[in-house]
Nanobody, 123 residues
Framework: QVQLVESGGGLVQTGGSLRLSCASSGRTFSSAAMGWFRQAPGKERELVAAISSSAGKTYYLDSVKGRFTISRDNAKNTLYLQMNSLKPEDTAVYYC????????????????WGQGTQVTVSS
């Protein structure tokens, strides 16, 4: 069983930065693609960034390109999301997810999810 625990959320002013972390307890972390999702009140969950198992490929939502950076440390079983130049529209609960795939950003059947961490950006 895989457990994912996010941390690093909080309240920050517009233009500020936060670094989210996601620690995995599973043995499959290094062979799995990982992703960060977010869900704002009244909105659908969206994939913000994703990274392949070897970190050779990444994906970013258009609205965060150039501001967010996803990375991973397979030796520490930890996923990161560095968020810079934060905007009020980035306010949401952020979730990390582990894909059953190593190389594709598929997070449906067989995926594991963390409990989420709140990010609030004040204007």
């Amino acid at each position: 069983q895989v457990q994912l625990v996010e941390s690093g959320g909080g309240l920050v002013q517009t233009g500020g930065s936060l670094r989210l972390s996601c620690a995995s307890s599973g043995r499959t972390f290094s062979s799995a693609a990982m992703g960060w999702f977010r869900q704002a009140p009244g909105k659908e969950r969206e994939l913000v960034a994703a990274i392949s198992s070897s970190a050779g490929k990444t994906y970013y939502l258009d609205s965060v390109k150039g501001r967010f950076t996803i990375s991973r440390d397979n030796a520490k079983n930890t996923l990161y999301l560095q968020m810079n130049s934060l905007k009020p529209e980035d306010t949401a609960v952020y979730y990390c997810a582990q894909s059953p795939s190593s190389d594709t950003y598929y997070f449906e059947n067989g995926a594991y999810w963390g409990q989420g961490t709140q990010v609030t950006v004040s204007s």
